[in-house]
């Protein structure tokens, strides 16, 4: 078999197929019609994600939210540590002279004479006392 121009630049329109010797080689005819459009082959895999692109820019701030409940009310602290005692102030004005008290007196008692009788006089005295009011009963 031999090969007609095969490989030979001076020449691309030839055809390089085996002939028999000593047919000549052929020329390469007119390209023929286009032919129809194959069936879609099967999804190729998943390729490789892609680099993360970059960070937007920061969106406006939104308005506030409503103001929520009150929570509960937590427990009294503990009683702090009792202060120290304040200066002294100065001293009020004197109040205004109140009316004289009246005293009731008591009776009378004579004097003990002797030994004997001072029992029974220091006993009388006692009694006039509680009865003018000087001495409780």
Same mark, same amino acid.
């Given at each position: 078999?031999?090969?007609?121009?095969?490989g030979e630049p001076s020449q691309p329109?030839?055809?390089c197929m085996p002939a028999p010797p000593p047919v000549p080689c052929c020329l390469q005819g007119p390209a023929g019609?286009? @032919?129809? %459009? *194959? !069936? $879609? =082959?099967?999804?190729?895999a998943t390729g490789a994600d892609g680099a993360v692109g970059a960070t937007g820019?920061?969106?406006a701030?939104?308005?506030?939210?409503?103001?929520?409940?009150t929570g509960p009310t937590g427990a009294t602290g503990a009683d @702090?540590? %009792? *202060? !120290? $005692? =304040?200066p002294t102030g100065a001293t009020g004005p004197t109040g205004a002279t109140g009316a004289a008290g009246v005293v009731t007196p008591a009776a009378a008692v004579a004097e003990a004479?002797?030994?004997?009788?001072?029992?029974e006089q220091f006993n009388l005295l006692l009694r006039n006392m509680?009865?003018?009011?000087?001495?409780?009963?």
């Open positions: 078999m031999a090969y007609c121009n095969c329109d030839r055809c019609v286009t @032919g129809p %459009v *194959g !069936a $879609t =082959g099967p999804t190729g820019p920061t969106g701030t939104g308005a506030d939210g409503a103001v929520g409940a @702090g540590a %009792v *202060g !120290a $005692t =304040g004479s002797s030994v004997d009788n001072i029992v509680r009865e003018a009011g000087l001495l409780e009963s």
